[in-house]
């Protein structure tokens, strides 16, 4: 693992690394912020799993969360959000191909060689930070924005028992019905049982489950009605009987302006379930 850079933040250690993964054959890089700790000691990690387009750096650079991880003793790793490279498949869109991995681990080609994502984040990358910062394995929670509430909830949901809280900002719930969703279909061929085994509201309706649920979501996003479809999940948990805090937020749109007004209550959330 290659240090990047570090630099001081409120108290603690902002970081980006990078390493070879052997999930998607390429150079990967991602950050980390560890706040300052008595030695010996370990802290909980809070995994945030950032939307189309973005890099680790997005929320690294725009998402306000190194205050309330010092306040809070939290460690805050965010990864990439897909393999990249001269040699790794791309399409001429914005919402699919680099920078837009959708946490699964493709299985039809081209893609299948280096996008493993769904591995990549759920088995290599927790292996790689345990083994190098002092994180307590028993007390991780995961969050994302977007694409990366789309992961952050199926990664909870089909790992019941390894973070103590998930949350999200305006995430795809169903991609399976709505048209982000084809990426998907490019990524995973015909195979619907994988389908479905990334989809948030699919996953419940299947017999998943988590303790509970928070979102926060604009209600100027301008995805909301078509793309997003929170009135999906709410149906779902409710079915389900899993309590779901949905905070419609008046006037806030799908941007880190968004993500990061309300960083601070997600993660003094997470942090009271991860203290338990």
């Known amino acids: 693992m290659e240090t990047v850079s570090t630099a001081r933040a409120h108290g603690g250690t902002q970081g980006v690394y990078r390493h070879r993964s052997a999930a998607t054959g390429t150079d990967m890089t991602f950050s980390v912020y560890v706040p300052d700790h008595a030695p010996g000691t370990t802290l ?13 750096a997005n929320v690294t650079d725009k998402g306000e969360y ?24 791309d399409a001429d869109r914005w919402d ?6 959708f946490y699964v681990d493709a299985t ?3 893609w299948s060689t280096h996008y493993k994502m769904w591995s990549y984040v759920t088995e290599e990358l927790p292996a790689l930070v345990a083994a190098a910062f002092p994180v307590d394995p028993a007390r991780q929670s995961i969050m994302g924005h977007s694409m990366g509430g789309h992961g952050a909830l199926t990664a909870a949901l089909r790992h019941p028992g390894r973070y103590r809280a998930v949350s999200a900002f305006a995430p795809i719930v169903a991609p399976t019905q709505v048209p982000w969703g084809e990426a998907l279909d490019r990524y995973l061929g015909d195979d619907a049982a994988a389908k479905r085994r990334h989809d948030a509201v699919a996953l419940i309706e299947d017999g998943a489950r988590v303790p509970e649920l928070l979102v926060d979501q604009g209600e100027a996003d301008s995805f909301l009605a078509e793309q997003l479809r929170p009135e999906l999940l709410t149906a779902a948990c409710a079915a389900a ?34 203290k338990r």
């Open 44 to 56: 909980p990690l809070v995994w945030y799993l950032s939307g189309l387009t973005c890099t680790h």
């Open 66 to 89: 190194r205050a309330a991880c010092a306040r809070h003793g939290l460690i805050f790793v965010a990864p990439d959000t897909s393999p990249r490279g001269e040699d790794v498949p």
């Open 96 to 101: 699919f191909g680099q920078g837009a991995g």
């Open 108 to 110: 039809a080609a081209p």
């Open 241 to 274: 009987g899993i309590p779901l805090a949905l905070r419609m937020r008046a006037g806030y749109d799908h941007s880190y302006l968004f993500v990061s007004s309300f960083m601070g209550d997600q993660l003094d959330w997470h942090a009271a379930r991860l």
